[in-house]
């Protein structure tokens, strides 16, 4: 197998320097908003615990900010670093189809909590437009993870369809992550407008504020995230492996 020289990592990023700085502060914000999830559902609430109580009801903010927000926004960037530019293109699919899948398995478990959380206090299921919206978006990531394996993963689907596939994937992937952050805005709402009572969430509380500010890090955090993957200059360079093996040539796509 050939590999061009510029292939061995040798190729410099486009400003560089910036692209650090902006990594830096998109994992400075985005462990920033787990940290406040923490600290809102054990300072403020009843912390965690899995009993179909309030603290069962926490996993659901705690998971989702951590895997479906955090997580899922690392693996969207990770083609995008460039010291993993000399690294194989199938390890680095292991890598994002990975952590893609360690966010779906978070969010269904943080679905999982509040659904049971519901079912322990008689509240009913699927009323409001955030677990409409949530619902249809964790739908939509199963899909999109399904198809992902199918098409880009396993050796089946011809470098053609492959090569028409990826612009709806990537397209579909971006909105499926912005309308996550939409509902975990939603869903934050929601929460302080039932929880907070005496003082109420329009007395500006503590908490209030607290949680407000985690809601305005996951726009800065998703912003940053949108705007590193939307930078062509930042994409992975593509490597022109030739291989006689039509498998190898697959698996590089
Ligand atoms: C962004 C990803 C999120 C998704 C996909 C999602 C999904 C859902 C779903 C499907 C329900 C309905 C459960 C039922 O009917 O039994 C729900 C309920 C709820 N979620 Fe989320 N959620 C997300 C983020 C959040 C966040 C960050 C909070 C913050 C606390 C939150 C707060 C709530 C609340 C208070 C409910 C109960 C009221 C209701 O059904 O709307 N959600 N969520
Ligand atoms: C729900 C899960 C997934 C989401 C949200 C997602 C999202 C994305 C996004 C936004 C991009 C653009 C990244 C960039 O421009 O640097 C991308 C690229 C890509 N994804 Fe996914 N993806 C998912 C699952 C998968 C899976 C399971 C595979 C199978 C390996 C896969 C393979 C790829 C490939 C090959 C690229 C092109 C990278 C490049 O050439 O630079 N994705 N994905």
Not at 92 to 107: D, Q, S
Not at 132 to 140: D, K, M, R, Y
Request: glycine share 6%.
């Amino acid at each position: 197998m050939a590999v061009p020289a510029a292939a061995h990592g040798a190729r410099k990023m486009e400003n560089y320097g910036r692209f650090l700085a902006l990594l830096a502060s998109t994992l400075l914000v985005g462990f920033l908003s787990v940290i406040l999830s923490l600290v809102w559902v054990f300072h403020y609430r009843e912390g965690l615990s899995w009993d179909g109580g309030p603290g069962e009801f926490n996993w659901h903010p705690v998971l989702i900010i951590t895997g479906f927000v955090f997580i899922q926004g690392i693996a969207i960037i990770v083609y995008r670093l460039p010291w993993t530019w000399k690294c194989s293109k199938l390890l680095m699919k292991f890598i994002h189809a990975g952590l893609n899948t360690i966010a779906m398995i978070l969010a269904i478990v943080s679905m999982v909590a509040v659904f049971e959380f519901h079912n322990a206090k008689n509240i009913p299921n699927m009323y409001s437009l955030h677990s409409w919206i949530g619902l249809t978006a964790v739908i939509f990531y199963s899909l999109q993870l399904f198809l992902g394996f199918a098409v880009f993963l396993l050796p089946f689907a011809p470098v053609h369809l492959r090569a028409a596939l990826m612009p709806i994937h990537i397209y579909s992937g971006l909105t499926i992550f912005a309308t996550v952050i939409a509902t975990a805005l939603m869903g934050i709402t929601e929460k302080l407008i039932f929880a907070l009572n005496r003082p109420a969430y329009r007395e500006s509380p503590p908490e209030a504020n607290l949680v407000n500010s985690l809601g305005l890090l996951l726009v800065v955090f998703g912003s940053l995230i949108l705007w590193i993957a939307s930078r062509p200059h930042w994409k992975r360079p593509p490597y022109y492996y030739t291989s006689k093996f039509p498998l190898v040539r697959v698996l590089l796509i």
